[in-house]
């Protein structure tokens, strides 16, 4: 047997077997957002992990972790940087390095990664893969055409009339899917993705959807291909003004729980959604191991399923790890050991609501560089303040991306916790910053 820090590694059939001591932990985080933030805010409360990087990290990370010079999307410098400093545990954060593979080749090299593979990621990477899963399945979804024809996909939409929505196949931020009030609209977010390229290849292919009301949900689960532990529920607001009116984005708040996910509700999912998700998977040959985040709309007809993430979600993690109890490291190796039947996860029955602050113009055109003020202040309010997109210059913190801050905090009621949060927002400051008023 050979020993590597807390990992050893020995023979079994001829095959290399990895077994962690749980203590003394090196972790890399790969990322840089708001999520990756809330991850290492919550792993370096565990007693086992002695030493966080982050890859590249930003601003606020930087205080818990060393932020590492190399983008989440380079496989090959991730490699480089496992072999040369042997983490005991990677955690693939973002939806790019899953779907582009990261955990296979940190797999294939000996290395503990948590999160799905390329060939699982997919159920996010395509959302022509989800849908097809779902119909064979019988997951209850959205009707649904999928095109790579413009002019096909413009004349179903006139056939079918608005409202209606569209969606970038692939990868697009949070930012592919356009809720088209108007035939007009749903034209021109047609054109947007497959003729003007908005999305790159992601928009080489749109799945059209039939539009379906009712509250929306977001359900987080770990997952390792087998056994599905639920975390709480939680709701996203994605539109970037108040009464959720303008375009899309990646987030720009949530709370957690959401008032309408009732146990009756959480039991017909488990029944209808989440266990025959996680079963299909497998069936395909697809198993998934990591978190599986399902997006969701409680219609009249039933629970449905907008989309899945192969991920946690963004703005959703920085209100649910809030109100995790449990260990996050102990979680995410009973992932990869296929031992989470015999981990407990806990959360507190308090409600945490977290609240962006974005650059002006986001998610179009915007400024960045701007000294961000209050944050001492904000914290001394008892609310967490997790960065999404800050640098940190000359030991000032500046606005370095669209989503800067998650600023969130918990109480006994969502109103509570809400307004926790919106008082430490009031104590920061940055040129341009705009953010909503009605989260929670």
Request: aromatic fraction near 8%; charged fraction near 25%; charge should be neutral.
């Amino acid at each position: 047997m050979v020993t590597q820090g807390a990992t050893h590694f020995f023979k079994k059939d001829g095959k290399t077997i990895l077994y962690m001591e749980f203590n003394a932990m090196k972790v890399l985080i790969i990322g840089g957002g708001g999520r990756e933030h809330a991850i290492a805010w919550k792993l370096r409360q565990s007693p086992k992990v002695e030493k966080l990087w982050c890859a590249p990290g930003n601003g606020g990370i930087s205080e818990l972790a060393e932020c590492v010079g190399f983008k989440a999307t380079d496989l090959g410098a991730a490699l480089s940087f496992c072999r040369e400093h042997r983490p005991d545990l990677v955690v693939v954060a973002p939806d790019d390095p899953l779907v582009l593979g990261m955990v296979d080749l940190l797999t294939e090299n000996g290395f503990r990664a948590f999160g799905p593979g390329k060939n699982a990621a997919i159920i996010e990477g395509s959302k022509s893969f989800a849908k097809e899963l779902m119909k064979k399945y019988n997951i209850p979804t959205a009707r649904y055409e999928v095109f790579d024809d413009r002019e096909k996909a413009l004349a179903y939409i006139r056939q079918n009339g608005a409202p209606i929505v569209v969606k970038a196949d692939g990868l697009a931020l949070g930012k592919g899917v356009t809720v088209a009030m108007t035939v007009a609209e749903a034209e021109k977010a047609v054109t947007a993705a497959m003729e003007d390229k908005v999305f790159g290849n992601a928009g080489a292919k749109v799945v059209i959807e039939e539009y379906l009301q009712g509250p929306e949900v977001s359900v987080l689960c770990f997952t390792d291909g087998q056994t599905l532990r639920l975390m709480p529920s939680a709701q996203d607001h994605k539109r970037v003004n108040d009464n959720d009116l303008g375009p899309n984005t990646g987030g720009m708040g949530a709370f957690s729980p959401s008032r309408n996910f009732t146990k009756e509700i959480e039991a017909q999912c488990l029944e209808t959604i989440f266990l025959p998700t996680i079963r299909a998977m497998r069936e395909e040959g697809r198993p998934f191991r990591g978190v599986l985040y399902f997006g969701l709309m409680l219609t009249k007809d039933g629970p449905k399923v907008i989309e899945y993430n192969a991920r946690f979600g963004d703005p959703e993690t920085q209100a649910v790890l809030m109100r995790m109890t449990s260990d996050l490291c102990d979680a995410m190796n009973a992932v990869i050991d296929g031992t989470l039947s015999e981990t407990e996860l806990s959360f507190s029955s308090d409600a945490a609501c977290c609240v962006v602050m974005a650059s002006g113009g986001y998610p179009l055109k915007y400024e960045t560089g701007f000294p961000v003020s209050g944050l001492d202040a904000a914290r001394e309010t008892g609310a967490v303040v997790f960065h999404a997109g800050t640098k940190k210059e000359d030991g000032i913190y500046k606005t370095a991306g669209g989503r800067v801050l998650g600023v969130t905090a918990k109480g006994e009621t969502a109103a509570q916790a809400a307004r926790r949060a919106y008082e430490a927002v009031s104590k920061i400051s940055f040129q341009n910053m705009h953010y909503r008023r009605d989260i929670g």
